[in-house]
């Protein structure tokens, strides 16, 4: 008996670490939550940018329009949980951001 045990608990493990394997491939992004305040929105934008190139946001660059806020923070909070390397708590940002799954990117402005 503790040796079918054994071979189902390996055979579920072996489950678990593809299941986990799986979603460490989809590709996830990191926006500003929508009931994040301006205040907050700023400091994660000062922060993310004092730690990553946020060149894309300023003013005639792919991403600097629409220019507001929520837009900011969003691609620049996602530029640091991708440099980070998309770890949840790369996206936490004092619980003002969410991880996504699908691809915020607009018009010419592709997160990355």
Same mark, same amino acid.
């Given at each position: ?6 071979? +189902?608990?390996?055979?579920? *493990?072996?489950?678990?670490?593809? &299941? =986990? ?23 994660? +934008?000062?922060?993310?940018? *004092?730690?990553?190139?946020?060149? &894309? =946001? ?55």
């Amino acid at each position: 008996m503790a040796k079918a045990t054994l071979i +189902i608990f390996l055979f579920l *493990s072996h489950i678990s670490v593809g &299941i =986990l394997v799986l979603a460490n491939e989809q590709k996830t992004w990191c926006v500003a939550k929508p009931s994040s305040n301006e205040k907050t929105l700023q400091e994660n +934008i000062n922060y993310a940018c *004092s730690q990553v190139d946020c060149r &894309i =946001l300023q003013k005639g660059c792919t991403c600097s329009s629409p220019d507001n806020l929520m837009n900011h923070a969003s691609i620049a909070m996602n530029l640091y949980y991708q440099a980070k390397g998309r770890n949840h708590w790369n996206c936490h940002f004092g619980n003002s951001a969410l991880v996504v799954l699908t691809d915020p990117s607009y018009g010419s402005c592709i997160y990355e």
